[in-house]
């Protein structure tokens, strides 16, 4: 599939020769608004701002949305108002570009790739917060991943799943109490069409299963230069309860996990072929999609005869599988009877026994007694295997060292490749300006070289510090909107409203924690000793604030606890006006959080935290981290560049742990975090502070990049898997 291909905009062929002059104001703005490649580009957002500033707020910043509300003599208006002509000229010509240049990484470093493209699974895609298909950090994980093999040039085409309703939306009710709402998305409003087929028709698929036929169709959505098609089974022809089969992100019970999964891995390679498109690479982000290595098996048996081994051997070589669960009981298990339910036709056709098949997704292939793990399948059906940071890849070995007896584990086939984040969405627009101020030209281009950001150290640190606090107060100005509007909503007295108007202070050491509410990531830690936490917030002379926010997953009861215990905190007068819990943690709270923050905090449970990426986005905005030296902390806190609790040890009991981390954790903020922020040179600066902003800066943020990360998978994977070379990755 060539780069420059471009999707049909609504009513125009972007890429017609000659069209530009005709093309009207208002069909840019569609074309804009119809490739996510916007998101990424600080002006082409703040374009679609300056349209309509409240109703872009209220329309979760989704520019179909905004533009709908706009008919072209309403559009011409206000731009001749606002005087956006250039701008939108500029933007779009940007974009045209974008699509059209070969002058990318990818055009010299992808090899066989360019005929052969990388196909990559993901059940979630978190691209941008007004397309609610993702729960949390796997899917911006997979939607950082598509935008930096777009901004690269990797040939590249992403499968998943169509949630119309989505993840949920999170409400706190009086109690502190989850509740979750489930909105139906207007698929009009979305940057996505029907994909169509070779055929000029829209794809329509159907899979076998004992049970009857599933129906599915597909959209086609476009990010930069990378197409993302999304399946969906809210067809005709399907019962009512298989058109909610995509319904809900990871909603429902194992039979709907097992029938979203066998759309995805099936159903995905399906529609890849239907669009005639065959990929050279195959990579299964994580193991719900490990279904499309049977499907493949399938075809290759069919096309070229060959018998299931030899077949199974070939597909292996050409797929690449990234694990991110370091506990057993995180892995997909499904019963011997959904097998055959699901699976059965696909194995008809394999020539194989329904046991021959369950000891594909078995350790033990002859156990009857052992369920059939989609891990399992992805590491026997894969060449490529891979961990998510260096101290997951010690983990991933050891909990699959069975699945290799005669080997030791350093030789268990499973490498990693430490996750890392698309810095053109995360990087806030005041700090890209501040780096192109003293950067290189072009740094972005160059973001990953050591060199470029080095230059950091030359920046004065009073413009650093300036730069931070403008971000930070953005933060509190958010955060106080949000929390006052929800105390409104719950119907909370006045003087509550006014308090939540004017809580946090500025000049105050703001710590921020957001993510998943599940228990071994232990928010609550900082309160495992109330007084100890009260003193600290209350301190007179170098007082600390905390804003969190998060999700806990809808049956995870301890999750909501914990969720209860920290946003009831704000009723305790010690922690008024101190304490912050903002709803619905999503995309866009996490921008503003990450980009706010003095220091970040995460403190999981050592080794469970696979990588985590959120602390690598606070890097790009000048905060610091504070962390638990798990996942990608353990190989980037060098001393000088953050702040690490516990010594990377951890004890087997849980109680000692947890007492011991939070001890820890209260010696750090006291002896180093809080002296370290307070002390103010004569001109009010935190020399010693700043000094440490730009360690981490400079020796973190090219190497924690999406760039790096998909180079990485490019060099040390994709080629050897499109190649049809094995090669095993490093492994330490
Ligand atoms: C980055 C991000 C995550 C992942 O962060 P972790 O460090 O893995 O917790 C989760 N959710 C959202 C919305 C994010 O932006």
Not at 121 to 133: D, K, Q, R, T, V
Not at 333 to 360: A, N, T
Not at 371 to 382: D, G, H
Not at 526 to 535: G, L, N, P, V
Request: with cysteine; net charge negative; charged share 25%.
């Amino acid at each position: 599939m060539s780069q420059t291909e471009i999707a049909p905009m609504r009513s125009f062929d972007l890429n017609a020769p000659g069209q530009t002059d005709a093309v009207t104001l208002y069909d840019k703005c569609i074309a804009l608004a119809n490739n996510l490649w916007w998101s990424w580009q600080p002006d082409v957002v703040n374009l679609f701002r300056d349209l309509d500033p409240i109703r872009w707020r209220q329309l979760d910043h989704n520019p179909i949305a905004l533009l709908s509300e706009f008919n072209a003599d309403r559009l011409e208006l206000r731009v001749a108002e606002l005087v956006l002509y250039s701008r939108i000229n500029h933007a779009y010509r940007r974009l045209k570009e974008y699509l059209s240049t070969n002058q990318t990484w990818g055009n010299t470093h992808s090899g066989v790739l360019g005929s052969k493209p990388v196909a990559y699974f993901s059940a979630e895609f978190g691209m941008h917060e007004s397309i609610p298909i993702y729960s949390g950090g796997l899917g911006v994980l997979s939607g950082d991943h598509v935008k930096s093999s777009s901004d690269l040039g990797i040939p590249f085409i992403a499968i998943g799943l169509f949630y119309d309703q989505g993840y949920f939306k999170q409400r706190l009710d009086h109690d502190g109490y989850q509740i979750e709402e489930y909105l139906d998305t207007k698929v009009e409003n979305l940057p996505m069409q029907p994909a169509v087929g070779k055929d000029g028709r829209p794809l329509a698929l159907t899979i076998e299963t004992r049970s009857g036929v599933l129906h599915c169709k597909v959209w086609r959505m476009n990010v930069g230069r990378v197409q993302l098609y999304l399946l969906d089974c809210d067809v005709d022809g399907n019962s009512p309860e298989d058109r909610e089969l995509t319904a809900r992100l990871y909603g429902g019970d194992h039979r709907t996990r097992i029938r979203q999964e066998l759309v995805l891995g099936v159903g995905g390679v399906r529609a890849l072929r239907a669009l005639g498109i065959s990929p050279g690479v195959y990579h299964l982000n994580e193991g719900h999609s490990a279904f499309a290595t049977l499907e493949a098996i399938r075809q290759m048996m069919e096309e070229d005869g060959l018998t299931f081994d030899d077949a199974m051997r070939d597909v292996a070589r050409h797929t690449v599988f990234t694990t991110h669960t370091p506990v057993p009981a995180g892995h997909d298990r499904f019963d011997s009877g959904l097998i055959e339910e699901h699976l059965g036709p696909v194995r008809d056709r394999l020539g194989i026994s329904h046991e021959q098949l369950m000891g594909l997704g078995r350790v033990e292939p002859h156990n009857g007694g052992e369920t059939f793990c989609m891990t399992v399948l992805a590491l026997k059906a894969s060449r490529h295997a891979n961990a998510v940071s260096s101290l997951h890849g010690h983990v991933s070995r050891r909990m699959w060292a069975h699945l290799w007896p005669w080997r030791v584990e350093e030789e268990i086939p499973i490498g990693h490749i430490t996750n890392g984040v698309h810095v053109p969405s995360w990087l806030a627009h005041q700090m890209q300006q501040l780096y192109d101020r003293n950067f290189p030209v072009n740094w972005m281009g160059r973001m990953g070289e050591p060199e470029v950001w080095q230059m950091i150290h030359n920046v004065d640190p009073g413009e650093l510090w300036e730069t931070h606090h403008a971000l930070k107060n953005l933060l509190l100005a958010f955060v106080r909107r949000r929390v006052s509007r929800d105390c409104r909503r719950r119907g909370e007295a006045d003087d509550a409203v006014e308090a939540a108007r004017n809580m946090l202070d500025p000049n105050v050491l703001t710590i921020g924690f957001a993510r998943r509410f599940a228990t071994y990531k232990r928010a609550d830690l900082i309160a495992t000793d109330i007084e100890r936490m009260a003193d600290l917030l209350n301190d007179p002379e170098r007082p600390i604030q905390l804003i969190f926010a998060g999700k806990a997953h809808p049956a995870d009861e301890p999750g909501k606890g914990l969720i209860r215990r920290v946003a009831n905190l704000r009723h305790d007068p010690r922690f008024a006006g101190r304490v912050a819990f903002i709803e619905d943690y999503d995309i866009n709270v996490a921008r503003h959080m990450v980009q706010g923050v003095d220091v970040w905090l995460n403190n999981p449970r050592r080794p469970l935290e696979a990588s985590g990426t959120s602390g690598e986005k606070v890097v790009l905005n000048g905060g610091l981290n504070l962390s638990v030296l798990d996942g990608w902390w353990a190989e980037a806190y060098d001393g000088k560049n953050g702040f690490s609790i516990g010594n990377g040890a951890s004890h087997v009991s849980y109680e000692i742990n947890d007492k011991r981390d939070a001890e820890d954790l209260y010696r750090v903020l006291k002896e180093q975090v809080i002296p370290l922020y307070y002390e103010r040179d004569v001109d009010g600066l935190p020399r010693g502070w700043i000094k440490c902003m730009m360690n981490s800066i400079s020796s973190l943020a090219w190497r924690f990049s999406a760039h790096r990360m998909v180079m990485d998978y490019v060099r040390s994977a994709y080629l050897p898997a499109a190649g049809g070379v094995s090669c095993v990755m490093h492994n330490r």
